[in-house]
């Protein structure tokens, strides 16, 4: 009722009137109810054009929702409505406003993986601001968690790949490293009194299983705050009681506090399947590639398995300043060692077919994800 004459497509108020009470008569859908109506006589002709002409295109974008990226398909809705050109022909003051709030609806559903999931979150948030003073947990992204506080906060997902997030290293190097660092501590510093903090072995992403480093941030957080509890699970080895083993993974961001913490043998066997260590060799080939040139300090976890007297976070490894920093200065200008034409893999995006080289660089057509500019270090020949 909102959009169907926005931007103006002839159709007055009687029209509207009566796509309403024909739904209301009929107890369906004012979509529906207006597909009834443009094969009747009800309407005169050119209110009736111009109906039929919005209920071809919701069935039309409808059908596209299974073959197309529902970003794209959003951005193609805006355009063939009209009303981005709407916004795009208006002189006033709020149009600028208006059309930078178009973008960042686009921006913002990036971070969905489809538009289910995207509008259950508005849903969500809105529900939110209809009840604020229930008493009742808040779901938000971390960007719309700036400027808010909680008791108590909960942060699934610190994994390698999907915080920090694949695509801002792939495409902002070191600054979108430092954007997700910016975000970590966003939400960190949203928790009052208590942060509880998870991480996965094993993630079910594009339908398959793969298993996951934690996040580099951890190793970041003080440690005379942080309490790692064991949490039991049937998949990837944490039924053993285990979250040790992340030592064996041979996590190329140097060894971490979480290493040895309640180690056991059903867990280090988890990561040794071929998907896992072609992952790793890659990344280690990344890691002695790009993150030379250091400068700073940083801490090293050595002599896994290696008990130490001392007590604190590690529980059996020595710690020891060195120089470095964990995150690489530049890129390597080096050449790719890809050509136009390879077979490459890549751990989120799947397999594909090296499009364009520019540097260490690559745009790349995976099969399934389309096209994507990603750094060599992260793609495997195949």
Known sequence: ERIVNTPKRGLGEATIRLVHDTARARACSMLQAAA???GTE????????ALREVVENFRRWEGLLETMPHTELAEQILDESGYTAMW???RSAEAPGRLENLKELIRSMEDYESLRAFLEHIALVMDKEQNAEMDAVSIMTLHSAKGLEFDTVFLPGWEEGLFPHQR???EGGRAGLEEERRLAYVGVTR???SLHIWFVSNRRIHGLWQSTIPSRFLDELPEA???VAETGSSYGGYGAGSMGGYGARQNP???SRFDTVGAGDAFSNTYQTPGWQRAQANRTEAT???WGNRSGHAVERIGYGEPDSGRGAGKGTRLRTIEGELVAKSVSASPSAFSIGDRVFHMKFGNGNVAAVDGNKLTVDFDRAGQKKVLDSFVDRV
């Not at 009800?42 to 054009?49: I, V, Y």
């Open 288 to 290: 002695s590639r790009n």
């Open 88 to 90: 795009q022909a208006d």
């Open 168 to 170: 801002a290293l792939d």
């Open 42 to 49: 009800e309407l005169k002709p050119k209110p009736r054009s």
């Open 225 to 227: 705050h942080v309490e």
């Open 253 to 255: 961001y140097g060894a």
């Open 36 to 38: 009834d109506l443009v």
């Open 191 to 193: 928790a009052r009194t």
